[in-house]
C-alpha cells in the first residue's frame, strides 16, 4: 500500500508541454526557423515524469533524446502542426506548459518546387501563425497553463502582459540579458510570474535545475 509511485506529486496528473523551435516552409528544401534546441523543455518533460506525471511532450525538430516511460513523444514540425497536436491533447490534462519557441510567421505561400535563384532580390511574404498559447488560454476549463516569455527589454512588464492577455495561471520569464541565459546554452536565469502578478526570482542554474523549480512552483501553486 505504501508503494513509492503512490508518494510521488504528479502521480496521476498529466502534463502538456510544447518545446524546441517550428520550422516553416519556404520551398521543399528551405525554411524560417530559430536557435531553439528543446534542452528547457526536455528537462521540464524529464523532471516532471520523475515526480509521477504523464507528459505528452509535443516537440519541434530537435536533437534532444528522452527515455522514459511516462513521456509519450509526439514530433511536429511547424506551427499549425505544433497547434493541432496540443488541442488534440489539452482537453485531458491537468497542467499545459509551453516552452516551445514558435516561430511568430511563416512564409504565405510554399513554392511547390525549389526556389531558382536569378540576380534580382527575392521578397517572401509572411503571414502570422496561430498563437497556440492564447489559444489554449481562451478555452481553458480546469487546467493549469504556464507559458514562457523570452524577452530582451521591459522583461517584467512584457511578460506581465503576456499573462494577462494568453490568459495563463503563471508564464516564466527567460532572462536574455544575462550571459548564459537562453538559447543555446546550458543555463537559465527565470522569474516566475503568477496570475495574482507574485514574482519569484531564481539564480542561474542548469536547465536540469531549472526545471525541477519550475516544476516545484507549479506543484506548490497546485495544492
Ligand atoms: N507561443 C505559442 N504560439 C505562438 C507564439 C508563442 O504558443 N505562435 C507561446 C510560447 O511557447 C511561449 C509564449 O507563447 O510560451 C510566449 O512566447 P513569446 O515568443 O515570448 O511571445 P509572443 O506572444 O510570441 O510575443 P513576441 O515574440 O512578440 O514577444
Ligand atoms: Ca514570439
Do not use: C
Not at 522583461?155 to 538559447?183: H, M, P, T, Y
Not at 546554452?185 to 542554474?205: P, V
Amino acid at each position: 500500500e505504501n508503494d513509492i509511485l503512490s508518494k510521488l506529486p504528479l502521480k496521476g496528473k498529466k502534463l502538456l508541454l510544447t518545446a524546441g523551435p517550428t520550422y516553416e516552409a519556404i520551398d521543399p528544401v528551405r525554411f524560417i526557423g530559430n536557435h531553439s534546441s528543446g534542452k528547457m523543455g526536455f528537462a521540464i518533460a524529464k523532471a516532471a515524469a520523475n515526480l509521477g506525471a504523464e507528459v505528452f511532450l509535443i516537440s519541434g525538430p530537435s536533437h534532444q533524446q528522452i527515455k522514459h516511460s511516462f513521456v509519450h513523444r509526439i514530433d511536429v514540425v511547424s506551427a499549425e502542426e505544433m497547434y493541432k497536436a496540443s488541442h488534440k491533447y489539452f482537453g485531458e490534462v491537468d497542467i499545459a506548459i509551453l516552452s516551445a519557441a514558435v516561430a511568430d510567421y511563416k512564409p504565405k505561400n510554399i513554392a511547390t518546387q525549389k526556389i531558382k535563384k536569378t540576380d534580382a532580390s527575392l521578397e517572401i511574404h509572411l503571414a502570422p501563425t496561430k498563437d497556440i498559447l492564447a489559444s489554449l488560454g481562451a478555452i481553458k476549463k480546469h487546467q493549469f497553463l504556464v507559458g514562457f516569455a523570452l524577452e530582451t527589454n521591459n522583461e517584467l512588464e512584457n511578460a506581465k502582459g503576456k499573462l494577462a492577455r494568453k490568459n495563463l495561471d503563471a508564464i516564466v520569464l527567460n532572462s536574455l540579458q544575462d550571459k548564459g541565459a537562453g538559447f543555446a546554452t546550458d543555463t537559465n536565469k527565470i522569474t516566475i510570474i503568477d496570475k495574482n502578478l507574485n514574482e519569484k526570482a531564481f539564480e542561474l542554474k542548469s536547465k536540469q535545475e531549472v526545471a525541477k523549480d519550475i516544476i516545484n512552483e507549479i506543484i506548490k501553486k497546485l495544492t
